[in-house]
Each structure stands twice: as structure tokens, then as C-alpha cells.
């Protein structure tokens, strides 16, 4: 298991790692995010998988809702959030309750091959 923290300062991200897990992984490896704004903010993990395409030559974006508690804001990973091993580019979006949005600057983690983590379209190609 993997837990990855992170600290938000203004827009400038701090990681004590940039592993993320490995492909395949489900519901075991944790992202905590420490931010240093009010609870009138909510926040997002948007990530995009940043190798130029995957196996089948679609790219990859996600959105992973965090959720806060006190200046905690977390995601337990789960293999939906981030299908394939490789580098993911991944910026936090701050959301304040009347509608104003923030970015961080824009940072990389890695899932790290797996012997079982297979494509999906590799998958549909053999059924």
C-alpha cells in the first residue's frame, strides 16, 4: 500500500513521494492532501495520463473528488482512477462555495507496472 501526502501552499505543491501505487491497484493506496484554506473550499485531483497515448491510442483524464475533513482532504485510488502504469500529470482545483475556482501549479506522480495490470483494450482484443 501506497499512502501519498501532499501539502498545498497557495498554489505550490509539496509531495513526499510522486509513486502513486501500482496498476491494478484497488482501493489500497490512499492520496492526503494538507491545504491551508477555509472549509468554504472543496477541492479536486485532475489528472491526465501524460505518456503520449496508451495501448489503444486514446488519451486518458480524470477527475478525482476529494474529501475534506478539517484541512484534510483525501481519495482512497481505486484501479478506475488510474487505469495504466506510467506517468500522470495531476493539478488540484480549489472550489470556494461561491463559485470561485483556483488551480496549483501542476505536478507528476507514477503507477508503476504490475504483472497483472493488463490494458483494457488489450482485453477486448482477446475475447
Not at 497515448?53 to 478525482?64: A, K, M, S, V
Not at 482545483?93 to 495490470?117: A, C, K, M, P, Q
Request: hydrophobic letters at 35%; proline letters at 1%.
Amino acid at each position: 500500500m501506497v499512502d501519498v501526502n501532499i501539502t498545498l501552499d497557495g498554489t505550490k505543491v509539496t509531495q513526499d513521494t510522486r509513486n502513486i501505487g501500482f496498476e491494478a491497484n484497488n482501493g489500497v493506496d490512499m492520496i492526503t492532501v494538507a491545504v491551508d484554506t477555509d472549509e468554504s473550499w472543496n477541492y479536486k485531483l485532475d489528472i491526465d495520463y501524460a505518456n503520449e497515448q496508451c495501448c489503444c491510442g486514446d488519451e486518458h483524464f480524470n477527475i478525482i473528488n476529494l474529501r475534506r475533513s478539517g484541512n484534510i482532504c483525501s481519495a482512497l485510488l481505486t484501479s478506475d482512477m488510474l487505469p495504466y502504469s506510467g506517468r500522470y500529470a495531476m493539478q488540484l482545483r480549489g472550489i470556494n462555495n461561491d463559485g470561485r475556482v483556483y488551480h496549483s501549479e501542476i505536478f507528476n506522480g507514477w503507477v508503476n507496472n504490475s504483472l497483472i495490470g493488463v490494458c483494457n483494450c488489450q482485453e477486448e482484443a482477446q475475447s
